[in-house]
């Protein structure tokens, strides 16, 4: 399964990177010919994706790489590090194109500088970007859906992001042949802005999965259920959840009956960690069960109900 999702992983990286390698081409070109500063604000940003998607190739090829010694669970998390990159790329790439937009606008606004309408080619290259970007947008979505890999979500809402970005080019440069030549810096504005917060939104999601925070709620709920249907547990009292590339591994607290013995408690642990494997088979890598004694004081002394030892499925 995992060769599967690494080929389908590779084949949507490779297809975007080639992809961003002719549009950056295309588009920045166009942009200097035909005189459109929201066209080549694009470009640069095509060519900004170019770059991280050699990172993403770079990261995703060391990803794949076997547990070892000092790796005990693989080298998965790299797939979360390369989100980050691409949206630290993204970040900075937006954050630079705004601020030569505005100047630009400025410029055009103050009459410090000529204005000059782009050409149709200009136009055209807009349209092609957005029927692309529209098609790699869908196709990494579907493979995301497939892979659950971090950085392909990454991906898929940078082309979202140029989807917006074609658009505005679109306006701006139909508004600049009209006259008003400073809508089309400011149409550049408009993408860098996208841009931004698409950038910010990817280092923050990516962000969260390297500081363990759990995934979902109802993920969480789902795994306590399953846990309290085997027989000789009595109560859930940590559950911790780590992410690992595409795969989840828990580290669960678990409270039996003092009076059994250790090796009954070893058997409640053991069926809670085989439910747990069975029933999450392609999300779980490792389940770790620790079990200790339910204590009655302590749950009178908090004036909670007392949980009854569970009478579900047998060992």
Known sequence: MMNDRDKLTSLTVNLGLFSNIFLSILKTSIGIIGHSPALLADGINSTSDVVYYVAVKIFMHHARKPA????????????????????????????????????????????????QSASIFALIIAVFTFCIKLYLYFYTRRNVLKTHNPTLKALANDHLNDIMASVA????????????????????????????????????????????????????KEIQ????????????????IHRFGPYYTVAMTIEVDGSISVDAGHHISQAVETRLLDKYSSGLRKVHIHYHPFDYRRVVDLEAPVTEINQGESL
């Not at 989100?83 to 410090?112: D, M, P, Q, R």
């Not at 400011?186 to 969260?208: H, L, P, Q, R």
């Not at 259920?225 to 911790?240: P, W």
């Open 225 to 240: 259920s399953e846990a309290m249907q085997v027989k000789g547990v009595i109560r859930i009292d940590e559950l911790g």
């Open 68 to 115: 070892d010694a000092e790796h005990p669970y693989g080298h998965r998390q790299l797939e979360s590090i390369s989100a980050i990159v691409v949206g630290a790329f993204i970040l900075t790439t937006g954050i630079a194109i705004f601020w030569e937009s505005i100047n630009k606008v400025y410029e055009l606004i103050t009459h410090t500088q000529t204005g």
């Open 169 to 220: 080019v679109v306006v701006g440069v139909i508004l600049g042949r009209m006259g008003y030549y400073w809508m089309d810096p400011a149409a550049g504005a408009i993408v860098a802005i996208y841009i931004i917060k698409t950038g910010f939104e990817i280092v923050m999601d990516s962000s969260n999965e390297l500081m363990d925070s759990i995934p979902d709620d109802n993920f969480s």
